[in-house]
């Protein structure tokens, strides 16, 4: 039951972004082109995000005392920090993708479909990775993993495992659930930045980077003050407010050649109907 449990875990990250495209597909009409974009771009997203955490963030909140998890103006300042990083390097990536890559993309909907692929692949990749974790902790205990271990990091990923196993049976679905509150969030930070986009004001680029600034903030200071279950409760207000989000700035789908970018509508001038008065009118005048 315990291993079941871990599985579906996964397997439910994987599987939900994809059913939200099924859905989507299917309510809207949009391609699945617009959601492979989203997640190609969040990865693209990573390759500046990781290494500037890793390499100028770190050191930053070494020196705020961000690790010790003390409530305080070290972690508060570092998880806005950490928000404001992830929030400068997706949403500005997310602005880009529609802006040159995406021109065709200028609708609600097909906002959803683009953050259904953005946070779908978040969450994909996550579940692999909770996965190939259960299957290196089944080696682990049947004893298959020791040898590859080099000796003196043996005590350390024990120790790790164990802790793996002895997780609450209840605690071990809360990753699935986390996927479907950050799915509510980054599908309202699309429609925030296609807003951007469709009405050229960056104001609504702003408030997209300060949102995913302020999840991210309240979910790392709360996962080190309250626990992980109080953490996903404050995270679902936020999806909760995402939605409401979402449904607020839906939009009527416009036709085609009414689209901003759209080209303009052939100009057909109308038939003029000549009479033998106008055309008697016309011999005289010359």
């Known amino acids: 039951m315990d291993i079941a449990v871990r599985l579906l875990n996964g397997l439910l990250m994987i599987a939900m972004p994809i059913a939200l495209g099924i859905y989507l597909v299917r309510r809207t009409g949009q391609s699945w082109r617009l959601f492979l974009a989203g997640g190609v771009l969040f990865v693209g997203s990573q390759v500046l995000h990781i290494p500037f955490n890793l390499v100028v963030l770190n ?55 683009y953050g259904a692929g953005w946070g779908g692949a978040e969450a994909i990749l ?40 002895e997780t609450p049976l209840f605690l071990n679905l809360i990753g699935a659930v986390e996927r479907a509150f950050a799915l509510a969030v980054q599908v309202s930070l699309s429609v925030m930045v296609m807003r951007a986009v469709t009405r050229h004001k960056l104001l609504w680029l702003l408030a997209a980077i300060t949102w995913h600034t302020l999840v991210n903030a309240v979910a790392v200071v709360a996962v080190t003050q309250v626990g992980a279950v109080a953490t996903e409760a404050f995270i679902g207000v936020m999806a909760a407010i995402s939605l409401v989000v979402i449904f607020w700035l839906k939009e009527e789908e416009l ?29 005289y005048s010359s």
Do not use: H
């Not at 003390?70 to 990083?85: E, F, N, P």
């Not at 004893?143 to 164990?162: D, N």
């Not at 509508?265 to 011999?283: G, I, M, Q």
């Open 59 to 113: 050191p930053i909140l070494e020196q705020l005392g961000f690790g010790e998890g003390v409530l305080g103006s070290g972690l508060l300042i570092g998880a806005l920090l950490l928000g404001l990083s992830a929030g400068l390097f997706e949403e500005l990536t997310r602005w880009l993708g529609l802006r040159f890559w995406l021109k065709g993309a200028r609708s609600w909907n097909s906002a959803l479909m």
């Open 126 to 165: 996550l579940g692999l990775a909770v996965l190939w974790f259960l299957v290196q902790a089944l080696m682990f205990r049947q004893g298959t993993l020791q040898s590859l271990i080099p000796a003196e990091q043996l005590e350390i990923v024990e120790a790790q495992f164990a802790a793996y196993w």
């Open 255 to 283: 036709p085609q050649d009414e689209r901003p970018g759209a080209p303009l509508a052939e100009f057909k001038p109308a038939p003029v109907k000549v009479t033998e008065e106008k055309l008697e009118d016309s011999r």
